[in-house]
Nanobody, 121 residues
Framework: QVQLVESGGGLVQAGGSLRLSCGASGSIFAINDMDWYRQAPGKQRELVARITIDGSTNYADSVKGRFTISRDNAKKTVYLQMNSLKPEDTAAYYC???????????????WGQGTQVTVSS
């Protein structure tokens, strides 16, 4: 049983900062890419940031220069540092990771339950 648990969401004023965390637990052999997605009401879920096993990153254009994704492989945790937040960043943020539960198994995508980020103007 694999679980991804996010934390760190909340209410912040425009220009403020938040740091999201997502820890993976359970029967895990290896973790490949780890991502943060977000979904605002009435909109499709979109990729915010991705970090590969070797630390390469990429970001949505809308968050470049403001958000930073990082990971701690020993702790099986991915982080999203969000600075200079804007009202349009308001959304539910979801952690996603490609996880292999056995050496011979394929990587499978898992999702966290989501954490709400609300940015007031």
């Amino acid at each position: 049983q694999v679980q991804l648990v996010e934390s760190g969401g909340g209410l912040v004023q425009a220009g403020g900062s938040l740091r999201l965390s997502c820890g993976a637990s359970g029967s895990i052999f290896a973790i490949n890419d780890m991502d943060w997605y977000r979904q605002a009401p009435g909109k499709q879920r979109e990729l915010v940031a991705r970090i590969t096993i070797d630390g390469s990153t990429n970001y949505a254009d809308s968050v470049k220069g403001r958000f930073t994704i990082s990971r701690d492989n020993a702790k099986k945790t991915v982080y999203l540092q969000m600075n200079s937040l804007k009202p349009e960043d308001t959304a539910a943020y979801y952690c996603h990771a490609e996880i292999r539960v056995r050496a011979w198994a394929a990587y499978v995508g898992y999702w966290g339950q989501g954490t709400q980020v609300t940015v007031s103007s």
